[in-house]
T-cell receptor
């Protein structure tokens, strides 16, 4: 079974530029998550989708970050304009949610390492 | 809100030593608890989990017990190997299926031969 795919793996940009990351979840996984992992810290959820709807974007800096999952499969996370403090690894994860279960495992992609200069 | 606290600082051990990485949490209700591992150059992988009080999660020789009375989920391994060198993250999620994961800050483990 193919895992969560992300691209690009690495990106270097100047501050105030724009950048976009792409994620393709595991086939059949309805729930998709984007996490930000700053160096030396644990991942922090930015946004969660259930199919093509947003479930939780409470920690997404909406003045510069946006995300979409138009067809309920792959997703794009965009930053515009980027700031120095956006330098981090952006992780995508997906899960097959069974609402009657107390937990559904999240599977993580390899991440995109963003450096903002 | 929910939070997870891990022991501070990197851990360096010799091969075959005993490992403990402390993890405590704050959450409403009864969360599910996890340990994730991140090997160099790789993505996050689920190491073990426990979904209710007194459950013990175990995998690859690692163990952790869900202690509601002390709100803890400490990771242990009786004899570490060089290949266990990685960053370990404690995490929790709410009881509703599909809930977000809240992570601790991670603990870098280095095992020397």
């Amino acid at each position: 079974e193919a895992g969560v795919a992300q691209s690009p793996r690495y990106k270097i940009i100047e501050k105030r530029q724009s950048v976009a990351f792409w994620c393709n979840p595991i086939s059949g996984h309805a729930t998709l998550y984007w996490y930000q992992q700053i160096l030396g810290q644990g991942p922090k959820l930015l946004i969660q989708f259930q199919n093509n709807g947003v479930v939780d974007d409470s920690q997404l800096p909406k003045d510069r970050f946006s995300a979409e999952r138009l067809k309920g499969v792959d997703s794009t996370l965009k930053i515009q304009p980027a700031k120095l403090e956006d330098s981090a690894v952006y992780l995508c994860a997906s899960s097959l949610v069974v609402w009657s279960s107390s937990y559904n495992e999240q599977f993580f992609g390899p991440g995109t390492r963003l450096t903002v200069l | 809100g929910d939070s997870v606290t891990q022991m501070e600082g990197p851990v360096t051990l010799s091969e075959e030593a005993f490992l403990t990485i402390n993890c405590t949490y704050t959450a409403t209700g009864y969360p599910s608890l996890f340990w994730y591992v991140q090997y160099p150059g790789e993505g996050l992988q689920l190491l073990l989990k426990a979904t209710k009080a007194d459950d013990k999660g175990s995998n690859k020789g690692f163990e952790a017990t869900y202690r509601k009375e002390t709100t803890s989920f400490h990771l242990e391994k009786g004899s570490v190997q060089v290949s266990d060198s990685a960053v370990y993250f404690c995490a929790l999620s709410g009881r509703i299926g599909g809930s977000r994961l809240t992570f601790g800050e991670g603990t870098q483990l280095t095992v020397n031969p």
